[in-house]
């Protein structure tokens, strides 16, 4: 994937520029620890937020 911006908007603006990467090949083996039980987790405490009220 390739993004074009203008180094003077990073300057200017006070942009920032963020990357990451997700491995798509470590899902199956997360899932094999957790279904197997060598991995415990706990239930995730989730809360829906509207996203007017989410923090920028």
């Known amino acids: 994937m390739k993004a074009e911006f203008?180094?003077?908007d990073l300057l200017f603006r006070?942009?920032?520029v963020l990357g990451s990467f997700l491995?798509?090949?470590t899902h199956r083996?997360?899932?094999?620890?957790i279904a197997s039980g060598a991995i415990e987790i706990?239930?995730?405490d989730l809360q829906?937020?509207?996203?007017e009220d989410?923090?920028?």
């Open 48 to 51: 829906a937020v509207a996203l």
């Open 29 to 33: 083996r997360a899932a094999e620890l």
């Open 23 to 25: 491995n798509p090949f």
């Open 6 to 8: 203008e180094p003077f």
């Open 42 to 44: 706990g239930p995730a």
């Open 54 to 56: 989410a923090a920028a």
């Open 14 to 16: 006070e942009l920032k």
